[in-house]
């Protein structure tokens, strides 16, 4: 297995174990059920998204970077098409009409 993301809390953690699973990406949220069971371990106990499968690596941070993008411009407004020109609301990281990635997108 290979760590692929430590999230800032659970609910992340499960929203993209859940994204990633959507895109038939296999994996498992571990370490934020560690905490309180040992008296000495830190507060700050992040869980962290585990890939089943080492092959999934690459297509999995592309969908980690198209989530956490989703997830900041959820509220943003509509953005238009360098490649065709149209018009596309601000949850989409994707052109409707031609599938072009969103041209502030870092992938
Ligand atoms: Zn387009």
Redesign the pocket.
Known sequence: MQQLYQAKDRVEAQLLRDYLADSGVEAVVLGDYLSGAAGELPAMQFPVIWLVHDGDRYRAERLLKQFQHLNREASEADWR??????L?EGQFAI??????ERPDIEL
């Open positions: 098409c360098a490649v065709c020109g149209e596309s052109c409707w009409q031609c599938g072009a």
